[in-house]
């Protein structure tokens, strides 16, 4: 798992480090001493800590003028034991809606286990979004499932097209613009 970078293509374009409206801002990540491990398996130095236990994130990008972030994770989302939701929704997710980002995209590649539990910050973020969602891209059968037993998926766009998004190809607006398109289509 150390070998396993968050998408980098976009530095370039966008640093959550260096944007101050950015809950990551400042954030300093190692260039080479490996810090975090989820459970006994080191992790990337770029991986972003948020506090959870099991669970890693890198904000990719952030588009303020339309509204949109794009953020990647690694590990285990643990809600039954850690309840990385509640972590997620008032130390990241919060500060980004106070910034005027509504529309979530959440990339699920290295995500490796989801264990839902209640349905409370999931129901909580849906309804602060003021018209915007959260779309799960790339996440794996066993983690929809998963999100279907525990009827997350009320709260979140997934399925179809977005299971299988080869976002990494094209720059984040026109991920942005993909994702957009597929769940305002499944949403009418």
Request: glycine share 6%; net charge negative; no cysteine.
């Amino acid at each position: 798992m150390h070998d396993i970078e968050p998408h980098y293509l976009w530095r370039g374009l966008y640093l959550a480090s260096e944007d101050d409206r950015s809950p990551f801002y400042g954030y300093q990540n190692s260039e080479v001493y490996f810090t975090d491990a989820i459970y006994n398996h080191l992790i990337h130095p770029q991986w972003d800590n948020f506090g959870a236990e099991t669970l890693f994130i890198k904000q990719l990008y952030a588009d303020y003028e339309e509204g949109f972030t794009i953020l990647e994770f690694i590990g285990e989302w643990n809600d039954v034991l850690h309840n990385d939701s509640m972590t997620l929704k008032r130390d990241i997710i919060e500060p980004m809606m106070a910034e005027g980002l509504r529309y979530f995209i959440l990339i699920g590649d290295n995500l490796l286990n989801f264990h839902a539990e209640a349905t409370d910050y999931y129901e909580e973020w849906f309804e602060e979004l003021e018209g915007g969602w959260i779309a799960l891209v790339n996440f794996r059968k066993h983690l929809r499932e998963e999100i279907q037993k525990y009827h997350l998926d009320y709260y979140m766009v997934m399925g179809g097209d977005l299971n299988e998004l080869e976002w990494r190809r094209w720059g984040p607006r026109k991920v942005f613009s993909k994702v957009k398109g597929l769940v305002e289509k499944r949403l009418n």
